[in-house]
């Protein structure tokens, strides 16, 4: 096991004890993350929903199935990358966040990124770009475009879920897959 891999495991082991927030007396695993210590490129959710909070893993459901395909489809391996949320725990009947709950998971999505030491973070969805690159992300807008933030390139995209309602943002969502592998290509 690498010392990335040791400091997640702890990290993880901490985050299991964590009541922060009411979320983590209701949830039925925590939810932390997935995927490679090594990744150069990382993707970050809302929170977990409702097969995520049943099995412990982000993205398993219809969503995350979605996204491995758009992964797939650009040549990007699955197992490269890294996917985590912002909430660690599912809120009730999937609602949004609240701020609190982000508050309390905080700082274990900044440890995971310190830890990972990504190139690249991917915010899936309004609610993660919102935290993670500015309060008033506007996604229909702002999808796509590039931040440098504490040394590292962010963009955000569709939620996966997003496309499952709305089939007309596949395209956009292609296109954006597309440009995060080029530059993904630009570090090797």
């Not at 609610?127 to 506007?138: H, S, T």
């Amino acid at each position: 096991m690498s010392l990335k891999e040791e400091q997640l495991k702890k990290l993880q082991a901490e985050c299991e004890t964590c009541m922060g927030c009411p979320l983590g007396k209701t949830r039925t695993k925590l939810v932390f993350g997935v995927g490679s210590a090594d990744a150069q490129l990382m993707f970050v959710g809302e929170a977990p929903g409702e097969q995520e909070d049943l099995s412990g893993i982000p993205f398993v459901g219809r969503a995350g199935q979605l996204l491995r395909s758009y992964l797939s489809y650009v040549d990007i391996p699955a197992d490269s990358v890294y996917i985590a949320n912002v909430l660690k725990c599912r809120p009730p009947k999937n609602r949004d966040p609240l701020p609190e709950e982000e508050a309390a998971c905080q700082e274990f999505l900044w440890e995971q990124v310190r830890i990972i030491q990504p190139k690249m973070l991917v915010c899936l969805g309004r609610i993660a770009a919102a935290k993670l690159i500015k309060p008033d992300f506007r996604i229909t807008a702002e999808h796509g475009m590039w931040f440098e933030k504490n040394g590292k390139l962010i963009t955000a995209v569709y939620h996966p879920a997003a496309l499952l309602r709305n089939p007309n943002y596949k395209s956009a969502m292609l296109a954006d897959m597309q440009e995060i592998k080029r530059k993904l290509d630009s570090f090797v």
